[in-house]
DNA sequence: TTCCCATATTGCAATATTAGAATATGATGA
DNA sequence: TCATCATATTCTAATATTGCAATATGGGAA
């Protein structure tokens, strides 16, 4: 079908998936570190750094976008990307969440 | 063309994506939640648990542990699942990592 | 052996994703 | 105004993903 099922699932699960499903991406995952590391953040410069054609990183932003990943500053000719500290917190804060359960308790595998 | 472009991304980056594309599937993700709070792991109880049919579960812990995210011990006729503490820790160590390098930079947007 | 039970695999059909060419938009400068 | 630059959108073909029915596998029990 193609088709994820979302019914079923909490709110919260089906979100979190669509976040990490936007980060499962080489394209996508790059352009987040690029993010992270680069002072500055013109959409041209990540064009420039992907060996990818504008529309599809274009596409890719806005995705991450949509998501709430990235912001995107209009500024005049240019649009200057950045992390959106408060989606990537949803991220941070799902991991160290999981990770703190998995801790707590021992594997039932060896 | 459905396919998604890996030369030109660094090996890593390859390999995160991966597991994040993995994670990005609410059934997925709700398998690697049961399994950190869950005492036990059993197959079974994944499919009473999820409301999607025992062969598309079946499928789902296949990529979970194709990515190294899950493993899996036979223990007589059933299958027991756990998380497999390796591979979520390169998530996590990713997601420490990317959250260190945002800190200790200000956002250029605001 | 044969019959269950638990899980995996196969084989679709429907839908989603991806990449890039072509094109559109929208701002700036001449 | 017109030309140019930066980015977005649209379109299309190729491929991937998803879900499930049907079936296969493989272990234990009778």
Chains 1, 2 share one sequence.
């Not at 529309?55 to 500053?73: A, C, F, M, Q, Y």
Request: charged share 25%; hydrophobic share 35%.
């Amino acid at each position: 079908m193609g088709i994820t099922k979302t019914e079923g699932f909490s709110e919260e699960t089906n979100k979190m998936a669509e976040v990490l499903k936007a980060l499962g991406h080489p394209a996508r995952l790059s352009i987040m570190e690029y993010l992270a590391k680069s002072p500055s953040c013109v959409c041209g410069e990540i064009v420039d750094e992907l060996p990818l054609a504008q529309p599809t990183i274009s596409r890719h932003l806005s995705e991450l976008k949509k998501v709430g990943l990235i912001k995107g500053n209009i500024d005049g000719k240019n649009i200057c990307y950045c992390i959106n500290e408060e989606g990537w917190n949803g991220v941070k804060d799902f991991v160290a969440n999981l990770s703190g359960i998995l801790e707590s308790k021992n594997s039932c595998c060896k």
